[in-house]
């Protein structure tokens, strides 16, 4: 396993690490579901053990995956292991009963809250885990102070911002200053990556790190669904509202997955290799985390480290999905 910097920290990562998302099961938020499905504790074991026994020493994590359920699970898993990890972790879209999740003592309670959770002294990367801070703004002044004040006290040791727009990263880096960003890239859609584009230059120009979360387009660059027979998901996991997962995406997929098969091998191991190593090819991306729920996926990620696409492979990657 190859290990990358975060930032202009000292601290590195695998190249591959765990999203522990699908950790926390089945959730709701306002009667939205925000989930997935739910995970069998021993098989998450397995699985979370042999990804050490290969090099990962990254997981990240967040408050609402379950609203705590992940953070726990993990350390139960750890047990006198957790301070050898490098674990993150996010704030912002549990508000318990504040008026916003942004609200500075909201932040801090939080914080203290996932650190009991983990079963830890600090946080090695805690996130703003998007990107609103309430109208105007107006949170914004007072979370990035109680951050960075949580940051001279040794509770976190560097500060991340997750966030779904440009726009939104554009906005908050000159005032979080962050260490990381993360954000949805794979393949698919990598436009926070791309040479030239706006959040690519802030990358750059701020020597931050970017952790890509989705890097298999949660199983659909695996060639897992078909548009003959589209997947159903019960209420509770968040892939009940989407449109990626119904016939006509699939059915828009399928040609692209085709063009890969054809050159690179039809395996899951295969498509795995290139959708990970595609973004591990961007220098600027720090670790990319998929998710996982049993030893097999796990296998079939960490199959892909150390198995770097060549600049032609990638290139060719690019113009599939570019439409080239």
């Not at 190859?2 to 709701?28: A, F, H, P, Q």
């Not at 909201?106 to 830890?120: A, D, G, P, T, V």
């Not at 591990?280 to 198995?307: E, M, T, W």
Request: aromatic fraction near 10%.
């Amino acid at each position: 396993m190859k290990y990358r910097k975060l930032g202009k920290s000292d601290i590195e990562v695998s190249e591959i690490g765990l999203g522990c998302w699908t950790m926390g099961g089945l959730n709701w938020q306002n009667g939205v579901s925000i989930g997935w499905a739910d995970v069998d504790e021993n098989e998450v074991a397995e699985a979370i053990n042999y990804a050490i026994d290969m090099g990962v020493n990254h997981f990240d994590n967040a408050d609402v995956y379950g609203n705590g359920r992940a953070e726990r699970m993990l350390a139960r898993i750890l047990g006198n292991r957790t301070n050898d990890f490098i674990i993150a972790t996010k704030v912002g879209w549990f508000p318990g009963t504040a008026a916003h999740a942004y609200d500075p003592l909201h932040i801090r309670h939080q914080c203290e809250q996932s650190l009991k959770n983990l079963n830890r002294d600090y946080i090695d990367l805690y996130y703003f885990h998007h990107g609103n801070f309430g109208e105007n703004n107006m949170y914004l002044d007072d979370a990035v102070e109680v951050m960075y004040r949580l940051k001279e006290e040794g509770k976190i040791r560097l500060i991340g911002q997750s966030a779904y727009s440009n726009e939104d990263f554009l906005r908050l880096v000159p005032k979080v200053k962050p260490d990381v960003l993360q954000s949805s890239a794979n393949a698919i859609d990598d436009h926070y990556l791309a040479e030239g584009t706006p959040v690519r230059k802030l990358l750059e120009e701020e020597q931050m790190s970017f952790v890509a979360f989705s890097p298999l387009a949660q199983g659909l660059l695996l060639d897992k669904y078909k548009k003959e027979n589209p997947p159903e998901f019960q209420s509770g996991d968040h892939r009940s509202r989407s449109d990626k997962f119904k016939a006509e995406y699939l059915a828009w997929l399928e040609p692209k997955l085709n063009k890969l098969k054809e050159k690179f091998g039809s395996s899951t191991e295969d498509l795995a290799r290139v959708a990970l190593q595609y973004l591990l090819h961007y220098k600027v991306v720090g670790s990319v985390i998929p998710g996982f729920r049993n030893l097999q996926q796990v296998k079939i990620n960490l199959s892909a480290a150390d198995k770097p696409l060549s600049d032609e492979e990638f290139e060719f990657v690019r113009k599939v999905f570019a439409g080239d």
